[in-house]
């Protein structure tokens, strides 16, 4: 099981008063406007840094990307609580590198006050396809309306799932100036279940969200200069892997390794600096 490198909370802080600074630096752009770039079906592209890599790439984009403001907070807090069966059906599919996987989750957009119940689909052709239903607020069931909503998306039994796992992050959203392609820039990522908790400090998730991929992305060329390669990489299958003793984790090792080099590296530069 993944074991967490230390980060003082002097650290987390500074890290993202870093990103604070370096996100005003950008052009803003509204909720409302991004309607056009929602990009509910689409090609994902994932990478996996620490927050130190994320503050270089943002340094040379300002001039690239628009940034999500949202009454003047451009640091966005997100809260998920996942559902999946009691044998946790839809993350072994994950880890036996099943296609055609499905997650369940609420989304609290919590800056907005914004509640969606979502299904998230990975389709054979490498596609993400999600749905959403606007809600009043995050339970851990579904009621009439969204148990129909699941079945018109989910093609399995939506009585077998049950809450998993709640995941607390803070996101920027950024929108590129010049091309149909959005970024969300995950930190401060935090998982917890029952009375466990568990934490990634000093790592970065970034997603580059487009119709089809292209290395055209002013982002995607960013990374390959800081020679950051794109990873598969779930939030959930994560949590789940550092919380739930007994799961199948072998084919998640090769992420897990990379995200305690990462918090080992981001550790080290702290006490030396």
């Known amino acids: 099981m993944l074991t967490q490198a230390v980060l003082s909370d002097k650290s987390v802080q500074g890290t993202q008063a870093r990103l604070g600074r370096l996100v005003e630096r950008f052009e803003p752009i509204s909720l409302s406007a991004m309607k056009n770039?929602?990009?509910l079906n689409r090609t994902d592209t994932k990478y996996v840094m620490s927050?130190?890599?994320l503050c270089s790439a943002l340094a040379r984009l300002c001039e690239?990307?628009?940034?999500?403001?949202?009454?003047?907070?451009?640091?966005n807090h997100y809260q998920t609580l996942y559902f999946d069966t009691q044998d946790l059906a839809l993350y072994r599919r994950h880890h036996d590198g099943g296609r055609n996987r499905y997650k369940v989750r609420y989304r609290e957009y919590v800056d907005s006050h914004l509640f969606y119940l979502e299904v998230k689909y990975k389709t054979n052709k490498n596609r993400t396809i999600k749905s959403r239903l606007r809600t009043p607020g995050?339970?851990?069931?579904?009621?009439?309306?969204?148990?129909?909503?699941v079945r018109a998306h989910f093609p399995?039994?939506?009585?077998a799932l049950g809450p998993t796992?709640?995941?607390?992050?803070?996101r920027i959203t950024l929108v590129s100036k010049f091309k149909v392609e959005r970024l969300t820039l995950d930190v401060n990522l935090q998982f917890r279940h029952g009375g466990a908790g568990a934490a990634l400090p000093g790592v970065a998730i970034a997603e580059v969200k487009q119709q089809g991929f292209s290395l055209q992305s002013d982002f995607i060329r960013q990374m390959r200069a800081l020679d950051v390669r794109s990873t598969g990489f779930s939030?959930?299958?994560?949590?789940i892997s550092m919380l739930y003793e007994g799961v199948k984790r072998n084919n998640f090792k090769p992420r897990e390794l990379l995200v305690k080099k990462i918090?080992?590296?981001?550790?080290?530069?702290?006490r030396v600096h």
């Open 37 to 39: 770039v929602s990009l």
């Open 51 to 53: 927050a130190s890599q």
């Open 64 to 75: 690239r990307y628009r940034v999500l403001d949202i009454d003047a907070t451009r640091l």
């Open 138 to 149: 995050v339970t851990t069931g579904f009621g009439a309306r969204g148990v129909d909503f």
């Open 156 to 159: 399995y039994d939506v009585g």
């Open 165 to 170: 796992l709640w995941n607390d992050f803070l």
């Open 235 to 239: 939030k959930y299958c994560m949590g």
């Open 263 to 270: 918090m080992q590296r981001e550790a080290v530069d702290e």
